[in-house]
Nanobody, 126 residues
Framework: QVQLVESGGGLVQPGGSLTLSCATSGFTFGNYFLNWLRRTPGKGLEWVAFIGGGGSPTHYARSVEGRFTISRDNAKKMLYLQMNDLRSEDTALYFC???????????????????WGQGTQVTVSS
């Protein structure tokens, strides 16, 4: 049974940091490209970051580049998102997603993902 479980979200002040984790099981983790996405009521689903199967390449949405870092541990089947200098506009429900082969790495279309977690809430507020 495939599982993706995000954790690490919470309430943080502007300028603070959080590290999100995505624990996975039930599929050959290293064979897949992975993304972090986020959803807000106003913007809908937004792609955040991409990582290749071996840990590279990585790509970031312009809104987070230089502040967020995506990484993976294939031995542990874990995906991470280090988030620094958080802003109020980063407030969202964050998801990890397993991208279908041949789909664009920056996809924010739920149908382009094979597997999807339940999300972890990040709230940036003073």
């Amino acid at each position: 049974q495939v599982q993706l479980v995000e954790s690490g979200g919470g309430l943080v002040q502007p300028g603070g940091s959080l590290t999100l984790s995505c624990a996975t099981s039930g599929f050959t983790f290293g064979n897949y490209f992975l993304n972090w996405l986020r959803r807000t009521p106003g913007k809908g689903l937004e792609w955040v970051a991409f990582i290749g199967g071996g840990g590279s390449p990585t790509h970031y949405a312009r809104s987070v580049e230089g502040r967020f870092t995506i990484s993976r541990d294939n031995a542990k089947k874990m995906l991470y998102l280090q988030m620094n200098d958080l802003r109020s506009e980063d407030t969202a429900l964050y998801f990890c997603g397993v991208l279908r082969p041949a789909k664009m790495y920056y996809s924010n279309n739920r149908d382009d993902y094979i597997y999807w977690g339940q999300g972890t809430q990040v709230t940036v507020s003073s």
